[in-house]
């Protein structure tokens, strides 16, 4: 706990960037871009003093290490290993869902598991098959998905024939969440595939279902944030604004400011992007201290970051949405 609030990071991941991962048939384009892009990042952030990128940020992680980051050297209480089902250009997916179920086993009480599936990949019986296996084998409490694999296979979120079908096996499998990479391509795919447009009548025909989209939509987050004030059942995740906030701390905070005015703390969600940048304790203590300037709070009306707003965020929030007791959770660990 920080600060006597619960932290439940919504995303931490175990990907594999490496060589071995480049799809045969592909010229390898989009790992080798994903990777420069990533370092570069990496090395901007670090520069304008924020935390330093984990060195062998290609390979997966180990899962004892990775345990250790969150639960002895952060004050984390519960994470979700979120599944990268981007297949496209990688071999086995960006982020496989083996591997990060392997990883929650290193600590399944604290672990949780968000697996993954793709339609316009795997083909849609295969697809819904899956999530049936990751739930029943490996306890999925909610499912990511990238709409976007290549020219060749892409789907919107709104499609009836292809996408209601997976809300419907989510809802069937008692699955409360389902989420989005919306925004940020990973690699050399066009941006427009991964606006937030697509979710709106999705969220509209699905209302027992939340969608979580991730990055909130950058660069299309005005959109995003207009699009979640609209509908009840859409909720934004934040990693990616906190990483980001070490290299732009006044736009971030006004993105930041739009999303509590429009939406409001009970859909946002805190989350580290870990292991990519493994300094976890960083990002709670950016958040556990921070403060909306008067000044912006003045002249566009922007809330305070009070302790309540602080603790919807820091896990509350996105424990509700995924139909978790974040409170029963903790007595178990104490129990323990």
């Known amino acids: 706990m920080k600060d006597g609030m619960m932290v439940f990071d919504c995303v931490v991941h175990t990907q594999d960037f490496t060589d071995r ?19 570069g990042f990496n090395e901007l952030m670090a520069s304008k003093g924020g935390p330093a990128p984990k060195l062998d940020f290609f390979n997966p992680v180990d899962p004892d290490w990775a345990n250790k980051q969150l639960f002895e050297r952060s004050d984390t209480d519960f994470a979700m ?15 496989p869902a083996k591997l990060c179920y392997e990883l929650t086993q290193v600590n399944p009480e604290r672990l949780l598991f968000c697996g993954g599936v793709d339609p316009s990949w795997q083909g849609l019986d295969t697809a819904l098959h899956e999530m049936e296996r990751q739930v029943h084998e490996w306890g999925a409490v909610s499912f990511k998905f990238y709409t976007y694999q290549d020219r060749n296979h892409s789907w919107r979120a709104d499609d009836p024939d292809v996408a209601y079908p997976l809300y419907e096996k989510a809802l069937e499998l008692g699955i409360k969440m389902v989420q989005f ?14 606006r937030p447009n697509d979710i709106q009548m999705a969220a509209y ?9 991730h990055h909130m939509g950058d660069p299309y987050v005005e959109e995003t944030i207009s699009i979640a004030g609209r509908f009840p059942n859409i909720h934004l995740m934040l990693p990616l604004w906190l ?3 070490f290299l732009e701390p006044y736009p971030m905070l006004h993105r930041l400011g739009q999303a509590l005015l429009r939406i409001g703390p009970d859909r946002l969600a805190y989350g580290s992007e870990g ?10 203590e950016l958040w556990a201290n921070l403060e909306m300037p008067e000044e912006l709070q003045d002249r566009y009306g922007y809330p305070a970051l009070t302790p309540d707003i ?6 509350r929030s996105f424990a509700d949405a995924l139909g978790i007791d974040l409170d029963a959770k903790m ?6």
Not at 181 to 194: D, N
Not at 310 to 315: A, D, L, Q, S, W
């Open 21 to 39: 991962q480049i799809a045969p048939g592909t010229d390898g384009r989009n790992v080798v871009a994903h990777r420069h892009n990533q370092a």
């Open 81 to 95: 290993v979120q599944t990268v089902p981007l297949f496209g250009p990688w071999k086995d997916s960006l982020g």
């Open 181 to 194: 990479h919306k925004g940020y391509p990973l690699g050399m795919h066009p941006v427009e595939a991964f």
């Open 205 to 213: 025909d699905f209302p027992d279902l939340n969608f979580g989209l």
């Open 331 to 336: 007595a178990g660990l104490s129990r323990d």
């Open 243 to 245: 990483n980001q906030y």
């Open 275 to 284: 292991f990519i940048w493994p300094d976890i304790q960083a990002y709670i």
């Open 310 to 315: 602080k603790e919807r965020i820091f896990g």
